[in-house]
């Protein structure tokens, strides 16, 4: 059973950083895709980044390019989100998703795992 764990969260003033963890378990990690998500209050769920199962290849959402990093050590079977120069439109709740292969998507349906969610708070 494949279980995903975020954790780093919390509130930061705009202009700050965060630094958010996915810990996976349940097989072998270096194989798959994993994505980040999030969702604000009362909108749908939306990308924010991917990486392939070997970190070879990433790609960002338009609003966050730039200003955000995801990257993965899969020694440890994490992936990492790199959040810089956070705004108060960057507030949302985010997941993240392991894909069960290694290609890269930004449809949040191609995705067959998530996480329960961590709370990303930026204040003006």
């Known amino acids: 059973q494949v279980q995903l764990v975020e954790s780093g969260g919390g509130l930061v003033q705009a202009g700050g950083s965060l630094r958010l963890s996915c810990a996976a378990s349940g097989r072998t990690f270096i194989r798959y895709t994993m994505a980040w998500f999030r969702q604000a209050p009362g909108k749908e769920r939306e990308f924010v980044a991917v990486i392939s199962g070997g970190g070879g290849s990433t790609y960002y959402a338009a609003s966050v390019k730039g200003r955000f990093i995801i990257s993965r050590d899969n020694a440890k079977n994490t992936v990492y989100l790199q959040m810089n120069s956070l705004k108060p439109e960057d507030t949302a709740v985010y997941y993240c998703?392991?894909?069960?292969?290694?290609?890269?998507?930004?449809?949040?349906?191609?995705?067959?795992?998530w996480g329960q969610g961590t709370q990303v708070t930026v204040s003006s």
């Open positions: 998703a392991q894909r069960g292969d290694s290609a890269v998507y930004t449809d949040s349906r191609k995705y067959d795992y």
